[in-house]
Nanobody, 119 residues
Framework: QVQLVESGGGLVQAGGSLRLSCAAS????????IGWFRQAPGKDREFVAR????????YYPDSVKGRFSISKDNAKNTVYLQMSSLKPEDTAVYYC????????????WGQGTQVTVSS
């Protein structure tokens, strides 16, 4: 069973940066995909980044491309989300999630970490 624990959220001014961490544990986690999502109050959950742990391939939607960067530290089984040029509209609870393959659903979720960007 894979488990995920996020950390690194907080309050930051617009234009600032923040790095979130997602620590993964579990016997087969090294082959998983890890994704970051966010959900603002009253809005649907939004996908913001994905990385394949075994190869490092990444993907971003246009809404965050160029500002967010996902990376991994295999030795620590940790995935990072570096967020730069933050905007008030980036305010949300950020979650990391895991799936065993591209055709699978995101089956494992962390508890979330709050990111607040002040104007």
């Amino acid at each position: 069973q894979v488990q995920l624990v996020e950390s690194g959220g907080g309050l930051v001014q617009a234009g600032g940066s923040l790095r979130l961490s997602c620590a993964a544990s579990g016997r087969t986690v090294s082959t998983y995909h890890i994704g970051w999502f966010r959900q603002a109050p009253g809005k649907d959950r939004e996908f913001v980044a994905r990385i394949i742990l075994s190869g490092g391939s990444t993907y971003y939607p246009d809404s965050v491309k160029g500002r967010f960067s996902i990376s991994k530290d295999n030795a620590k089984n940790t995935v990072y989300l570096q967020m730069s040029s933050l905007k008030p509209e980036d305010t949300a609870v950020y979650y990391c999630a895991a799936r065993p393959s591209p055709s699978s659903t995101w089956t494992v979720w962390g508890q979330g970490t709050q990111v607040t960007v002040s104007s």
